[in-house]
């Protein structure tokens, strides 16, 4: 089993950047893939990226891609999203997500294990 802790939230300007990360607690963190969802208000909780277990692969949703990078530290135990050139429409609570031996799917109900989410708020 493992707990996920997101920190790096906050509030941010139209255009700027922030850094999400995920801290995971329990062992082999190597063996978990790793995936960031968000749910905006009003809105049912969407896919964002994820990464394998390695950090080789990646994928994200359309509506991110170019402008958010997944990364992650084996060796911290910790995944990252680096946001850039964020629009109002991010302003979401975002949660980090795991899932032992498997890919990360797109469709939140089939995620094993969440974080209790960081607010993003973007202000125009």
């Known amino acids: 089993q493992v707990q996920l802790v997101e920190s790096g939230g906050g509030l941010v300007q139209v255009g700027g950047s922030l850094r999400l990360s995920c801290a995971a607690s329990?062992?082999?963190?190597?063996?978990?893939?790793m995936g960031w969802f968000r749910q905006a208000p009003g809105k049912e909780r969407e896919f964002v990226a994820r990464?394998?277990?390695?950090?080789?692969?990646?994928y994200y949703a359309n509506s991110v891609k170019g402008r958010f990078t997944i990364s992650r530290d084996n060796a911290k135990n910790t995944v990252y999203l680096q946001m850039n050139t964020l629009k109002p429409d991010d302003t979401a609570v975002y949660y980090c997500?795991?899932?032992?031996?498997?890919?990360?799917?797109?469709?939140?109900?089939?995620?094993?294990?969440w974080g209790k989410g960081t607010l993003v708020t973007v202000s125009s």
């Open positions: 997500a795991a899932q032992m031996g498997i890919i990360i799917p797109t469709r939140p109900n089939a995620i094993n294990y």
């Open positions: 990464i394998n277990s390695s950090g080789a692969g990646t």
């Open positions: 329990g062992r082999a963190f190597s063996s978990y893939y």
